[in-house]
T-cell receptor
C-alpha cells in the first residue's frame, strides 16, 4: 500500500495568516483527497486533487479559502487561507489503495490550532 | 438524516467480550463499504473492507445487508488494544466517500 508523508504534523497559527500543508506519496496516484476532521467529529471531504486539472471542491468549501496544488502524481498541497479559530481542526490527505474498492490510506494528519 | 449513521456509543466492555457495531447508510447506490479504526490523535487506518458475502479477519467479522442498508462489525474476544474509535465508510460508484461519526470502544481489564 502507498505511504504518505504529511507535514507539518501540527501548527499554531495567528488568525488572518495562511498555512500550507504538504503530502508526498511514495507512488504515483491518480487522485488525492483532502479531509478535515473537527474536534469530536468524523471526516469531511474538502476536495479531490487531480493532477493537471483544478481540484474538485465539496459543498461548503471554496478554492479561495482552501487552494490546492497538484503539480505531479506524487505530491499535493492544501492551503488554509486567512485562518480563523473555526479552522482549528485536523487536516488529512489520503489516496486510494489501488482502486476505490480497496479503501484509502491516510497521511498522519496536521493538527491546526488558530489563535 | 445523515448519509451514514453509526451507533453513538461509547461502548465499554470487559476484556474477552464480544461487541458489535452497526452502521446504516441512506444511499442505495452505495457500492463499497469499509471499517476504519482511529486511535486517539492518530489518522484513520483501514481495518477491513466489507464484502457482500461477509468477511472475517481473525477476531473481526464484517457483514453487509444491502436490503436493509446496513453494515456491521463484530469483534470477538476483545483485547485492550481494540480500544479505539471505529469509523464506517461508504463509497458510491461516483467515488465519493462518506464517513460515519464513529463509535468509540473502550475495552477494560
Amino acid at each position: 500500500s502507498a505511504v504518505i508523508s504529511q507535514k507539518p504534523s501540527r501548527d499554531i497559527c495567528q488568525r488572518g495568516t495562511s498555512l500550507t500543508i504538504q503530502c508526498q506519496v511514495d507512488s504515483q496516484v491518480t487522485m488525492m483527497f483532502w479531509y478535515r476532521q473537527q474536534p469530536g467529529q468524523s471526516l469531511t471531504l474538502i476536495a479531490t486533487a487531480n493532477q493537471g486539472s483544478e481540484a474538485t471542491y465539496e459543498s461548503g468549501f471554496v478554492i479561495d479559502k482552501f487552494p490546492i496544488s497538484r503539480p505531479n502524481l506524487t505530491f499535493s498541497t492544501l492551503t488554509v487561507s486567512n485562518m480563523s479559530p473555526e479552522d482549528s481542526s485536523i487536516y488529512l490527505c489520503s489516496v486510494e489503495l489501488r482502486d476505490l474498492n480497496y479503501g484509502y490510506t491516510f497521511g498522519s494528519g496536521t493538527r491546526l490550532t488558530v489563535v | 438524516r445523515k448519509e451514514v449513521e453509526q451507533d453513538p456509543g461509547p461502548f465499554n466492555v470487559p476484556e474477552g467480550a464480544t461487541v458489535a457495531f452497526n452502521c446504516t447508510y441512506s444511499n442505495s447506490a452505495s457500492q463499497s463499504f469499509f471499517w476504519y479504526r482511529q486511535d486517539c490523535r492518530k489518522e484513520p487506518k483501514l481495518l477491513m473492507s466489507v464484502y457482500s458475502s461477509g468477511n472475517e479477519d481473525g477476531r473481526f467479522t464484517a457483514q453487509l445487508n444491502r436490503a436493509s442498508q446496513y453494515i456491521s462489525l463484530l469483534i470477538r474476544d476483545s483485547k485492550l488494544s481494540d480500544s479505539a474509535t471505529y469509523l464506517c465508510v461508504v463509497n458510491t460508484n461516483a467515488g465519493k466517500s462518506t464517513f460515519g461519526d464513529g463509535t468509540t470502544l473502550t475495552v477494560k481489564p
